[in-house]
């Protein structure tokens, strides 16, 4: 699975971490994150990450 990095801030969703804190299990897809979830960094939208090239 592709991880996704925040433009702002530069953290990094791993799909094999979630982001339990906000209820994002492990094993979630970025593409099944809901719409609403924001990163537990910066605080901007889903629309503010990219795919990250390994």
Do not use: H, Q
Not at 1 to 10: A, G, L, N, Q
């Amino acid at each position: 699975m592709k991880k996704y990095r925040c433009i702002v801030c530069e953290w990094i969703y791993d799909p094999a971490l979630g982001d339990p804190d906000s209820g994002i299990v492990p094993g979630t897809p970025f593409e099944e994150i809901p719409d609403s979830w924001t990163c537990p960094v910066c605080g901007v939208g889903k629309e503010n990450f990219e795919p990250l090239e390994e």
